[in-house]
């Protein structure tokens, strides 16, 4: 069960004392305090979703405590699990009473809820950090923000591929490749995107799934996983050459001394792309537009970026020298970025789904 939000101190005044409070307040709300942010005055709680694993670890040993250092009027409370779950959730909770403020999840997920009206704007004079974030990664009306992108390219094995990619169409058109390449299933969210890939790149429409399955049906034999750490096992035992991968997973690899190479297609990079929004039923939106804005400073991208190697939405982020040689892409790359139009993917499918197995099982 979910905490309920703490109720706030009533502080009575006498009249001297609420006047020379006044007063003080709208000095310093006159001048501004420097390091301050908007809305540093809310108080309370707010709930946030969050994924386990090193997510949950970072979130817990290294977010939420610098948050709270410089908002200690607001206490963080994280619900830990899978999108999936939240989704329920809030269907189940109705909403005018969402168990949790801030829903951070991928757009496959957020682009119905939405659409359902679960979200709230965020107020750009609450959250001023949005004028600092890619065009591409701010919501229409800014019913939420892409805080991160994860960009998904190319990976491939730099010892055993003679034929650097430089493109998608390659995949199908470098021999070298045949029978030695690694993409996702259509469980997974880049498994959907491939689909309209496949066809933004062979009809120039993203909708063509006729075509998209002919085309996917042609790379055959291909190993197929649904998980991208899976993804990741398959280059490394090489059993996959040539992958579907996203950029943050390469880094990782590249890190540890695997023989691993990241390319980002001509043609464009899809992503995995944490969607941040409020629910619209929060009784505490003024700290959980406090926690957006905070998420979105530059500061505080920049730990998410040194953490997990995600591109910071924030364009005012500075790549940090040591990450330079290993980042293949950057902020400036952002409007690379391809996008889709989640609602009719989710209402795809279960077409989408029952084709698939029927003619990409390998």
Not at 220 to 231: A, E, I, L, N
Request: charged residues 25%; contains cysteine; glycine residues 8%.
């Amino acid at each position: 069960m979910v905490d309920q939000p703490r109720l706030e101190r009533r502080v009575r005044f006498d009249r001297r004392s609420f006047l020379r409070t006044a007063l003080t307040a709208g000095a310093i709300a006159s001048v501004g305090v420097p390091g301050r942010e908007a809305g540093a005055q809310a108080g309370g709680t707010i709930t946030i979703t969050s994924y386990g694993g090193p997510w949950e670890e970072f979130m817990r040993s290294a977010v939420v405590p610098a948050f709270g250092k410089e908002h200690p009027g607001i206490k963080v409370e994280l619900a830990i699990g899978l999108s999936k779950d939240w989704v329920a959730k809030l269907k189940a909770a109705g909403k005018d009473n969402p168990p949790y403020d801030i829903v951070i999840t991928n757009e496959v997920w957020a682009a119905p809820l939405r659409a359902e009206g679960r979200y709230t704007k965020l107020p750009p004079e609450l959250v001023p950090n949005l004028r600092n974030v890619a065009p591409n990664l701010r919501i229409k009306d800014d019913m939420g923000v892409l805080a991160l992108a994860g960009p998904i390219g190319l990976a491939y094995r730099i010892d055993k591929i003679k034929t650097v990619p430089k493109a998608w169409k390659d995949l199908w058109t470098a021999p070298e490749y045949k029978g030695k390449i690694g993409i996702y299933n259509i469980v997974n969210s880049a498994g959907q995107m491939t689909i309209c890939l496949t066809s933004k790149i062979w009809t120039g429409g993203d909708k063509d799934i006729d075509t998209a399955y002919k085309k996917i049906a042609e790379l055959k034999p291909f190993k197929q996983t649904d998980f991208s750490g899976d993804m990741e096992k398959l280059l490394v035992q090489g059993e996959v050459l040539i992958g579907i991968l996203d950029m943050p997973a390469a880094v990782r690899l590249q890190k540890s001394g695997a023989p691993i190479g990241w390319v980002a297609p001509a043609e464009g990079m899809m992503m995995f792309e944490q969607d941040v929004s409020v629910t619209g039923g929060s009784k505490n939106k003024s700290a959980a537009f406090t926690y957006v804005n905070w998420m979105l400073k530059r500061e505080t991208q920049e730990m998410w970026l040194r953490q997990f190697y995600w591109l910071p939405a924030n364009t005012q982020v500075k790549m940090p020298d040591e990450l330079k040689p290993i980042m293949p892409v950057t902020q400036a790359d952002i409007p690379k970025i391809l996008q889709w139009d989640w609602l009719w993917i989710n209402d795809q499918k279960p077409k989408l789904i029952d084709r698939w197995n029927r003619e990409m099982s390998t």
